[in-house]
């Protein structure tokens, strides 16, 4: 559902358009994104990089999707066996076009080094389950 917000922006009302939407990824993609002249600003995904066997679909949906020099994606996850890593080696060879950089989010987030050293200290902390990384992908410079 389409929800349209009054913005003030440089003294001037903007209606920005915000649309959510939510999708299995074993199904047909939803009409929405099956339409050719679709972009987004925005695109942002959670912990969606574990199953393997979607990464192409994925990778094929953010090329679809990214398209404008304001087009970025946010993606959070942690590695999970190196699905993290793969996935963005899938990104790199079929979308040379974009830049991919990643932080760690303990590194960045306030109060989660203590959370951390906390876990660490009980045993209980996993990298590869915890590490929790933010994938931004957008548009390279270079590409005009």
Known sequence: MNKALIKKLAGEQTTIYMEGLAFNWSSELPSQLQATDIDATLVLG???????????????????????????????????????????TILKKSMPEMDISSMNVTEVASGMQEIKNKHIQDNTWHPDKHDLVIMQVTLSNTVS
């Open 46 to 88: 959670a912990d969606i990089l574990f199953f393997r066997d979607y990464h192409i679909a994925l990778s094929n949906l953010l090329k679809k999707l990214l398209r404008g020099n304001l087009s970025k994606a946010l993606i959070i996850s942690p590695d999970r066996s190196g699905t993290r890593s793969e996935f963005e």
